[in-house]
């Protein structure tokens, strides 16, 4: 039951964005091609899955989420980056296939960035996700310079490429940045 309240928690946080980036964080320099992602991911305990797709023409990769009840809840774009030390998930919601989406999908189709930290390991897909509470209190406290904007959804940030960069490499190796725990999908084979 745990588990499942913590799925429901990184759903939350990864997909309702929590952190929305008004411009990508990558340029045409920064992407990366990573075929270790491609295929079905999943956790033994519940039915939630995640898919990921190449795109063969272009360098980025398509991706759905699909719920407990088996209906496809989250279909995005997926663009793979290299800022720093790490690769990113630069995701984006697919205006394409907004039928019977849920909310969590349709808060993104506002035009924004969601992003999250990645590696893939021994077949297991590893999620690093931001601390937010000490990003908020960054934030507040005006020591993290980026222009941004809280909403009942999250903080949009609003500032360039250059400035998104420039920060999430001064995060990198910063501990308490991160969430101590990270969440792991496992390929299903």
Known sequence: MLKKILFAVF?????SGCYYTIEPI???????????????WGRKESNE???FMKDEYKRTYSSEYIENNGRTASPFNVTLVKIGKYKYLDMFADSKNVENQ??????????????IRYTVENDKLIFVNYNL??????LSNKELDLHYFKREGGYFFSDSTENLQKAIISLEDKKEAFNDETYILERIK
């Open 11 to 15: 759903c939350a946080i990864v997909l």
């Open 26 to 40: 990558y340029t045409e320099k920064d992407i990366v091609t990573d075929d270790a992602i491609v295929g079905n």
């Open 49 to 51: 899955k995640w898919s």
């Open 133 to 138: 509470n000490w990003l908020e209190k960054k």
């Open 102 to 115: 849920n909310s969590t999908f349709k808060s993104m189709l506002l035009g924004c960035h969601n992003y």
